[in-house]
Nanobody, 129 residues
Framework: QVQLVESGGGLVQAGGSLRLSCAASGRTFSNYVMAWFRQAPGKEREFVAA????????RYVDSVKGRFTISRDNAENTMYLQMNSLKPEDTAVYYC??????????????????????WGQGTQVTVSV
């Protein structure tokens, strides 16, 4: 059974930085695309970033491009989200997820949440003005 545990959230001022971590177990980590999603109060969950199994390919939602960096360490079964230049609109609960199957990165855009079947419990990120 896959387990994902996020950490690293917190309260930060606008312009600050945070690094989220997602520790995974129960699956051959490197075979699966993984992603970060977020959900702000009163809004639907939205895609933030995805990374291929080997870490060579990434995709970001436009609103975080140039500010956030997704990465993974397959030896440690851990995925990261480095968030810089944070804005109040980045305030949300951030979730990590692993893909439903071991399809090639090139077969999908990996932005839909129904492409992922295992989710962490979420970590709160709050950005103050």
């Amino acid at each position: 059974q896959v387990q994902l545990v996020e950490s690293g959230g917190g309260l930060v001022q606008a312009g600050g930085s945070l690094r989220l971590s997602c520790a995974a177990s129960g699956r051959t980590f490197s075979n699966y695309v993984m992603a970060w999603f977020r959900q702000a109060p009163g809004k639907e969950r939205e895609f933030v970033a995805a990374i291929s199994g080997a870490g060579a390919n990434t995709r970001y939602v436009d609103s975080v491009k140039g500010r956030f960096t997704i990465s993974r360490d397959n030896a440690e079964n851990t995925m990261y989200l480095q968030m810089n230049s944070l804005k109040p609109e980045d305030t949300a609960v951030y979730y990590c997820a692993t893909a439903r199957d071991a399809r090639s990165w090139y077969l999908s855009r990996w932005v839909r949440d129904d492409e992922y079947d295992s989710w962490g419990q979420g970590t709160q990120v709050t950005v103050s003005v």
